[in-house]
């Protein structure tokens, strides 16, 4: 990440200056901008792989200016890292609701201001790869179409085919077709790789109960050759073809009658490393193959290879877009759900219990004393137990629960169907796994033991009408909670 670009936006020219220095000494390019209104031309400039905003500035408003950010489609993206001097207990929850990365607070840390950059700039660079892969692939499967369009007017393969195969289907409805097309009896798919030694036939026009039938290849010199040679081989009669001189002999010792006079093999290969053979045959009684058979059939496999490819691409599109939405809704250190994906949820959950005259809770879990835990032991000591934190919940809850990580060490619990009662005894039961949980660290000093505070709030109550009303309510709990010492749960 040595050339990775961050814009730092500051009114205070010793923030300002000290920051720059600090990470252009650690390999950035730094580009500083004193207030708001240089920062946004910084951003029209040139957009940068990370940006550190100061909340407070003459010229704006450092969340205003976060939320326009966030608001225009080219910055969507950019992780942003608010710096400022307010309680975090404000400054972070609002900064993080508004779709900022990350929040430290001033005077910062030097080493754990690092280390935050380093660890947003590593997302970034993640997204971003992600966003080039899923652009390639649909670039990929636009071009793909468009093949598959022209060669659908050579031979019509197709009319079977929709959006909604598998592969396996399809290979079944292009043998289907390609045979219709040839004319042919035997018309077959199979898979297997130059050198290997068996083979696997996954469709079969004459037999289409045959799925994932296993062949030995030296009874089938053709796909073997044709797989070894990467070119199509043509063989007009059987009895008189020397790639069959061996395979005649077994035949002869077996007492076995070869109904097939005639075969066409064209090898090809399709996404992921697959090879195969698409096989047509023709019995005795039919016309052998010729030349021209040869031509047609190729056409006629390329366009079925074509249709194979695009359905591919298909899945690996739909694949990739999974992918990137769970990227954009889990927390990347603790893996649970972020924030606002369980306001997605919770919203969800408000509207069913007002429709079933029904109740749910929310908890909000927060570890004591926790900056302690980073000045003694380090971030990285943090990190672990914020993760071990995430699995003793994902542990402890309902299989109907859900959990996810609020920001900083604040975790949410979403109870659906919980009353008070039921609310309260499942968070004193958090609250008990918590402080029995024997927290690693290391094996000099033995493990880490920590308390939490669990803030409750109920729906449908009065004066709450909102998923943020929930919330407001939810962390005045765990305030009462946290000003009582003796017994950290609160409603």
Not at 110 to 131: C, D, F, I
Not at 206 to 219: D, F, K, S, W, Y
Not at 423 to 444: L, N, W
């Amino acid at each position: 990440m040595a050339t990775s670009r961050i814009l730092v936006a500051d009114d205070d020219q010793a923030v300002l200056e000290s920051v720059t220095w600090l990470l252009q000494e650690n390999g950035y390019d730094v580009v500083p901008a004193q207030g708001g209104a240089a920062c946004l031309e910084q951003l029209d400039h040139r957009p940068p792989d990370l940006l550190l905003l100061d909340i407070l500035m003459p010229d704006a408003d450092g969340f205003q200016l976060l939320e326009r950010i966030k608001a225009e489609d080219r910055w969507r993206d950019l992780p942003v890292l608010m710096l400022s001097a307010q309680p975090p207990e404000d400054a972070s929850v609002r900064s993080l609701g508004l779709g900022a990365a990350d929040f430290i607070r001033k005077p910062y840390r030097p080493k754990e201001l690092l280390a935050r950059v380093q660890a947003q700039l590593r997302m970034g660079a993640l997204l971003r790869s992600a966003h080039l892969a899923l652009l390639r692939t649909e670039e990929a499967l636009i071009r793909a179409q468009q093949d598959a369009d022209s060669r659908r007017k050579l031979v019509d393969i197709l009319h079977e085919v929709t959006g909604d195969l598998s592969v396996p289907e399809l290979f079944q409805i292009l043998v289907r077709r390609a045979a219709r097309a040839l004319g042919v009896s035997h018309c077959s798919v199979v898979l297997a790789r130059p050198g290997d030694t068996q083979a696997v036939v996954v469709a079969a026009f004459e037999n289409p109960g045959i799925q994932h039938l296993t062949v030995e290849l030296e009874r089938y010199p053709e796909i073997k050759a044709a797989l070894e040679s990467g070119q199509p081989v043509l063989v007009e009669d059987l009895d008189t073809h020397p790639l069959y001189n061996g395979v005649r002999e077994c035949w002869g010792s077996e007492g076995l009658e070869i109904p097939i006079r005639s075969v066409i093999a064209l090898p090809f290969s399709i996404d992921r490393g697959e090879y195969g053979v698409f096989l047509v045959r023709r019995t005795s009684d039919q016309e052998r193959f010729e030349a021209a058979d040869l031509e047609f059939a190729q056409a006629v496999v390329t366009a079925a290879v074509a249709v194979i490819q695009r359905a591919q691409m298909v899945e690996n599109t739909m694949a990739d877009n999974a992918r990137l939405e769970q990227l954009a809704q889990t927390d990347p250190l603790t893996q649970l759900l972020n924030r606002r994906a369980l306001t997605e949820r919770i919203t969800a959950e408000m509207e069913r219990a007002l429709r079933y005259d029904s109740t749910m809770a929310l908890l909000m879990v927060d570890l004591d004393h926790f900056k302690t835990v980073n000045d003694t032991y380090g971030h990285l000591v943090g990190d672990d137990v914020l993760r071990d934190v995430a699995q003793l919940l994902a542990t402890t809850i309902r299989a109907s629960d859900i959990v996810a990580r609020y920001g900083g060490e604040e975790f949410l619990v979403l109870l659906p169907e919980t009353d008070e009662v039921g609310a309260e005894s499942f968070a004193e039961r958090i609250r008990v796994a918590v402080e029995q949980h024997a927290f690693a660290r290391d094996t000099i000093f033995g493990p880490l033991g920590l308390t939490a505070s669990v803030g409750v709030a109920v729906f449908p109550a009065a004066r709450i009408e909102s998923v943020e009303d929930l919330f407001a309510r939810a962390d005045a709990a765990l305030y009462r909670a946290k000003a009582d010492g003796r017994n950290r749960v609160r409603l």
